[in-house]
Nanobody, 119 residues
Framework: QVQLVESGGGLVQAGGSLRLSCAAS????????MGWYRQAPGKQRELVAT???????NYADSVKGRFTISRDNAKNTMYLQMNSLKPEDTAVYYC?????????????WGQGAQVTVSS
């Protein structure tokens, strides 16, 4: 069974740091683009950052200079290092990945990780 499993969420004070991880497991042949999204209460899910298989990155303006997305292809794992956190970063963070599986390419989502930043 192919799945994305997230870890690393939690509660942190404003100005603090957290690191999220997203590990892909199961019968995976390759991983294309990966990304992090977030959804705050009462708001739509929004893009946070993406990273291609070659390592090219893209960030939402709201997190540029504070968040860093990376991946370890040997471990099928993606990370999001979040520094200088603000209360407005509070949300459920979801990882997303385009995976090549037995039946072709499919998009998968993680279960979500709660990040809460207190003021």
């Amino acid at each position: 069974q192919v799945q994305l499993v997230e870890s690393g969420g939690g509660l942190v004070q404003a100005g603090g740091s957290l690191r999220l991880s997203c590990a892909a497991s199961g019968s995976i042949f390759s991983i294309n683009a990966m990304g992090w999204y977030r959804q705050a209460p009462g708001k739509q899910r929004e893009l946070v950052a993406t990273i291609t298989s070659g390592g090219s990155t893209n960030y939402a303006d709201s997190v540029k200079g504070r968040f860093t997305i990376s991946r370890d292809n040997a471990k099928n794992t993606m990370y999001l290092q979040m520094n200088s956190l603000k209360p407005e970063d509070t949300a459920v963070y979801y990882c997303n990945a385009n995976l090549r599986v037995l039946l072709g390419f499919k998009n998968y989502w993680g279960q979500g990780a709660q990040v809460t930043v207190s003021s």
